[in-house]
């Protein structure tokens, strides 16, 4: 009987070098500096557009723009941090459950 147990070694159980939380709270960083950088970039092209056509090529609305999307997307990172329920999904996601 002991000849059983010695022929057969126990293998340890393969587990993720994260954990759970720390994945999602990575996931919502990654999610939150994407969106940082894609509305920053909207807002700015539509500053730049406003700014060629309405205001005489000024630099303001450029700014303007840069800092509704930046503004945006701050906010929609803060309620994601807020919500800590899970990974963020868009609202496409959300209806389809």
């Not at 701050?74 to 496409?92: C, H, K, L, M, N």
């Given at each position: 009987?002991?000849e059983?147990?010695?022929?057969?070694?126990?293998?340890?159980?393969?587990r993720?070098?994260?954990?759970?939380s720390?994945?999602?709270?990575?996931e919502?960083?990654?999610?939150?500096?994407?969106?940082?950088?894609?509305?920053?970039?909207?807002?700015?092209g539509?500053?730049?557009?406003l700014s060629?056509?309405?205001?005489?090529?000024?630099?303001?609305?450029a700014?303007?723009?840069?800092?509704f999307?930046?503004?945006?997307?701050?906010?929609?990172?803060?309620?994601?941090?807020?919500?800590?329920?899970?990974?963020?999904?868009?609202?496409?996601?959300?209806?389809?459950?």
């Open positions: 009987m002991a059983a147990n010695e022929s057969k070694p126990t293998v340890p159980v393969a993720s070098t994260k954990p759970v720390e994945a999602l709270l990575n919502k960083w990654d999610r939150a500096i994407s969106s940082l950088i894609v509305r920053s970039s909207i807002g700015l539509f500053g730049v557009v060629v056509l309405l205001f005489k090529r000024r630099a303001w609305p700014w303007v723009g840069l800092g999307g930046a503004g945006r997307a701050y906010e929609e990172a803060d309620s994601a941090f807020r919500r800590g329920d899970g990974p963020v999904t868009s609202a496409v996601h959300q209806s389809r459950s």
